[in-house]
């Protein structure tokens, strides 16, 4: 049986934890090392992409960790979240570039906390469109094999995109507001170090 009050708390909880994830997403890779592996899953510069792939994850993650909790009084669950990680980039991208359109000219560069504020934006609204589905009445099976489909697409084209990145700005390193020309891995993590104290290659 459904619960409104039940999922909505755990859709509100969701905006926070996979933000927190995507956040913990954003620093995996040097904190490991610069282990080539964590590259499939962490940030490796600074492109829009990178940041949509750190939520795209987390949102997963989260995904996983709230359906045993929530499985017994949603429906179409999994078709849901599959929702919320589609359309999660779509608001992220829509409302990062519509801020800084107007910020840029000002300011000649962007602020943290409204770069945090767009991607809350989005898994908000991701979010709050799967807990419209996770309250309908179930979905035809052909519809969540659909999902699920869309969903296998998802993970792989997610790691995929960090070793093939299109050469479009999307995928262009935006450091400091301004595109460096670097796509992908780089080869200098000097500039970038938050955590460690010299320049480390990736995979090093």
Avoid: C
Avoid at 97 to 108: E, S
Avoid at 157 to 163: D, F, I, V
């Amino acid at each position: 049986m459904v619960d409104k009050r039940k999922i909505a708390i755990w859709q509100v909880a969701a905006v926070f934890g996979v933000t927190l994830l995507a956040s913990l997403g954003h620093f995996a890779f040097e904190l490991s090392g610069f282990w080539y592996p964590m590259t499939f899953f962490g940030s490796v510069n600074e492109s829009t992409y990178e940041h949509l792939k750190i939520f795209f994850w987390g949102g997963l993650i989260w995904a996983a960790i709230q359906h045993p909790y929530t499985k017994e009084y949603t429906n179409n669950y999994w078709a849901a979240k599959t929702l919320a990680l589609a359309v999660t980039p779509l608001g992220i991208i829509t409302s990062f570039y519509f801020y800084l359109g107007i910020w840029l000219p000002l300011y000649g560069k962007g602020t943290l906390t409204l770069d945090i504020l767009t991607g809350v934006f989005g898994v908000g609204l991701g979010e709050w469109l799967a807990y419209r589905w996770m309250i309908r009445e179930p979905f035809r099976p052909a519809i969540k094999k659909r999902a699920v489909a869309l969903l296998a697409v998802l993970v792989v084209a997610a790691p995929l995109l960090t070793y093939f990145p299109p050469r479009i700005f999307l995928f262009e390193n935006f450091w400091g507001y301004t595109y460096s020309g670097d796509f992908g891995v780089l080869d200098d993590y000097g500039p970038y170090l938050v955590f460690s104290e010299r320049s480390s290659p990736a995979g090093g």
